[in-house]
């Protein structure tokens, strides 16, 4: 190593030396460019597939004339509509530059260096990663046999360094969820003094199945719900998400919070998008039908689908190699799908649902690679 990069590692704390840098889904630009293909189906960030609601987009291009001005640092118009929407006060939101925002100001206000987060293997990695790079230790204990957060497992790993314990439901990758039941469970062994996170970012999409536990309905002191405007609204491009909690945690949390964020267009298509029922309903109906076509291909083909409530669903591969080359050769079709390996799940890969088309595509795409793709990998026992 260069004198100048040891000097540059003395700045950097052991906890965030060891990270490593979060690798998102391929951007379409990005295959389009280097396999020169002319149609590109991105089904790795489970993402809306039908874009944006008109009405989100209405008001963004409205306040485009307004950004010489910074943004309401109170954002009353967002948060007014989350209120009437949800029976809150503003004192009970905090909005962020996405979800992710919101965690990066749980990280800074409510945790120390050496202080355990507990959570679930194969999760969403954002709030670790998140949680490492201000030193605190991470803890996890497998899902259940059949892909869910295992409460019984975390309510007895609980220890006095517990912080923060952090679910992730509907779970990202496996798109299972826990039960009302199983909250309560989950509840009865935590704490007080210990800081539940609820990460709710594919609600929208569960809120159908009547044992899922809306945190909306709960009113614990110590419980943080973190939902976004990047999955069933179709923001994720303008970054903005919502929490909700104790006006306490709320109020701690604006002390961290960078003033200005979310900006201006970000809290405007918020703003526009929340209203529109009828594109949500759209996205969701488009959601159920891919899902269940997807689920029938994906079981035809032998592949054992974990069933999800989400916008996506994983599937086993059987191994890391055989999970590549079904994210290579499926690139190679011009179909972006996820492979699971930060996820501890190198074995599966993920696919999140498109629209009928871009189902269309991969399913193509699928039937093309897996003569071959049968003859090297077969199928893994269960
Ligand atoms: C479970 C989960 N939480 C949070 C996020 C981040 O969402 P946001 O775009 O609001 O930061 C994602 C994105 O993939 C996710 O899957």
Redesign the pocket.
């Known amino acids: 190593m260069s004198e100048i990069s040891d000097q540059i590692q003395t700045l950097v704390p052991d906890y965030v030396r060891n990270l490593t840098v979060y690798q998102a889904g391929k951007p379409i630009d990005e295959l389009t460019r280097e396999k020169g293909l002319t149609r590109v189906s991105k089904l790795a960030?489970?993402e809306n597939p039908l874009g944006p609601s008109p009405f989100a987009i209405k008001a963004m291009t409205n306040a485009l004339w307004d950004v010489h001005r910074y943004p309401d640092m109170n954002a009353y118009m967002l948060k007014s509509s989350l209120s009437k929407l949800y029976k809150l006060k503003h004192e009970n939101i905090i909005l962020g530059?996405?979800?992710?925002?919101i965690?990066a100001y749980i990280a800074r206000a409510f945790i120390q260096p050496g202080q355990e987060v507990l959570t679930c293997q194969n999760s969403?990695i954002?709030?670790s990663i998140i949680a490492r790079s201000v030193g605190a230790i991470l803890k996890t204990v497998p899902l259940t046999e059949d892909y869910r957060f295992d409460v019984i497992a975390l309510g007895k790993s609980i220890t006095k360094k517990t912080k923060v314990i952090y679910i992730?439901n509907p779970?990202?990758p496996t798109g299972t969820y826990i039960t009302k039941t199983e909250f309560d469970i989950l509840m009865s062994y935590v704490p007080k003094h210990v800081l539940v996170i609820l990460?709710e970012?594919?609600f929208e999409f569960a809120i159908g199945k009547e044992d899922y536990p809306n945190s909306m309905d709960y009113r614990y002191d110590n419980v943080l719900t973190?939902r976004?405007?990047?999955?069933a609204y179709g923001l994720?491009g303008i970054?903005?998400?919502y929490g909700f909690g104790h006006e306490d945690l709320i109020a701690n949390l604006h002390k961290v919070k960078l003033p200005f964020e979310p900006g201006l267009i970000a809290q405007m298509g918020a703003a526009g998008a929340i209203h529109d029922k009828p594109h949500l309903r759209r996205t969701v109906v488009n959601n159920q039908r891919r899902y269940a076509e997807t689920f029938d291909f994906l079981t035809k083909h032998e592949f054992n689908p974990i069933k999800s409530v989400a916008n996506f669903i994983a599937f086993k591969t059987g191994s890391e190699e055989a999970s590549r080359y079904m994210f290579d050769s499926l690139l190679d079709q011009g179909v972006i799908i996820r492979q699971l390996k930060a996820n501890e799940m190198p074995d599966y890969v993920r696919v999140s649902l498109g629209t009928k088309r871009e189902m269309s595509h991969f399913f193509k795409a699928m039937e093309a690679i897996l003569p071959e793709y049968n003859k090297r990998y077969g199928r893994p026992k269960k």
């Open positions: 960030s489970n530059n996405g979800s992710e925002g965690m969403f954002g709030f992730c779970n990202n990460d970012a594919y973190l976004t405007f990047s999955k994720s970054r903005i998400g």
